[in-house]
């Protein structure tokens, strides 16, 4: 283990995004005089990529693996998302410090940047919630959800691959029908040419990111697709997207979605981490989300949003509770004390439970017993 003066090993995931917000707490903790190594842990959630997060048992297929080390001894620290985190955790494990929050709100992201409301009838949108998909559906029925797998840079690809390919291909049959007019014409004249770089400048202008989307053959062609606003900026792919931010009243996140964890064994050196790194707002306003899914006891498998806002001496929380098709929810705003928190939001649970959030959850429940993988959601990394 890791004592003061030395180097401190931080277990990550091995994702781009993991190891972007890996980075972000070691940077943090360097500057606080506090050296850092991050190493990399493959999850259970890793090893079997293609399966529904529910299938993986209880929430935390990407967590267990990492916090496994540190209790062992192996490692001195882990860091999550905090929306991936379980709600229960061992007893000798605590969240050392929640570090500033990032942009808690979902996004709609498409290759020319159009709002929700601006989605053709019947449009495609891809995601990796239950949550969304109920919040979707219960804003425009019209629309068809599909399931969308993969880390973030995999989900864009797949909504870029279509327009990147008929680009592709229009400018190769314009340049060979202006290769054709220029062999037929009688004179020296060139043809201007109809776009103003040849399909080899244009492609060797790609990214290897719009290369690699290119090259897939995606199963579903998306219009749209949704991702949490924080890992879409954490992985750096914001230039290649349009996005329009989905309203949290409406669109109510994750709880704890945006925020990160970083995990430690109960004594000195998650006190130390906490000093160092610990934002107290972030963590009222998660403590108070992840306290009221705790409460609600949803998991992964039901459609629960929460959110919740510290300002002055009030938390301003949003909890919305829908049932999987999103024609039916249990939801409610309310200001509760800061003082006490912990309290209030184990109140609102159990009045949101009382107003019929239990019995949405239940059928939630009984609905991902046996669920085909068309009919629920692929993991959601953030995320992010």
């Known amino acids: 283990m890791t004592t003061r003066g030395e180097t401190l090993q931080l ?10 917000q890996a980075a972000t707490v070691r940077d943090s903790l360097s500057s606080r005089r506090l050296a850092v190594e ?15 997060i529910h299938r993986l048992g209880k929430t935390g297929a990407f967590v267990r693996s990492l916090d496994e080390k540190v209790l062992d001894g192996e490692l001195d620290a882990a860091v999550h998302s905090m929306k991936d985190m379980p709600t229960e955790r061992p007893e000798r494990l605590v969240v050392a410090a929640v570090p500033e929050r990032a942009a808690a ?38 629309l068809t959800v599909e399931p969308l797998r993969g880390n973030v840079d995999t989900r864009l690809a797949k909504l870029l691959a279509p327009s990147l390919q008929q680009e592709h291909q229009e400018r190769h049959e314009a340049e060979e029908e202006q290769t ?43 219009d749209a697709i949704v991702l949490a606003k924080a890992g879409l900026h954490r992985a750096g792919l914001t230039r290649y997207v349009g996005m329009s931010d989905l309203d949290p009243d409406r669109f109510v996140p994750a709880p704890g979605q945006g925020a990160l964890a970083v995990t430690a064994v109960d004594g000195d050196l998650a006190l130390d981490i906490k000093d160092r790194l610990d934002d107290p707002q972030t963590r009222v306003e998660t403590t108070v989300e992840r ?17 919740a806002h510290l300002e002055g001496g009030v938390v301003h929380t949003r909890v919305r509770v829908l049932s999987q098709d999103g024609t039916e929810e249990v939801s ?11 309290d209030a939001a184990q109140d609102l ?30 993991r959601e990394e953030d995320e992010e």
């Open 180 to 222: 054709d007019d220029t062999e037929e014409s009688d004179t020296d004249e060139e043809e201007e040419h109809p776009y103003d770089r040849t399909v080899e400048e244009w492609f060797d202008d790609l990214t290897e990111f719009e290369r690699r989307a290119m090259e897939r053959d995606p199963d579903v062609e998306y």
């Open 349 to 378: 649970a159990a009045e949101l439970a009382e107003q019929g959030a239990d019995d949405l959850i239940a059928e939630a429940k009984r609905d991902s017993t046996g669920a085909d993988d068309d009919a629920s959601t692929a």
């Open 38 to 52: 991050l190493v990399e842990v493959e999850t259970t959630g890793d090893q079997i990529r293609d399966e529904l």
């Open 105 to 142: 709100e979902d996004v709609l992201v498409t290759p020319d940047g159009r709002s929700l409301d601006e989605l053709p009838e019947g449009a495609t949108v891809g995601t990796s919630s239950l949550r969304r998909k109920a919040q979707l559906l219960a804003e425009r029925d019209d």
């Open 11 to 20: 277990a990550t995931r091995g994702s781009d995004l993991a190891l972007r």
């Open 332 to 342: 409610v705003g309310r200001d509760i004390p800061a003082e006490y928190h912990i």
């Open 291 to 307: 306290t009221i899914l705790e409460e609600l006891g949803g998991g992964c498998v039901a459609p629960i949003g929460v959110h």
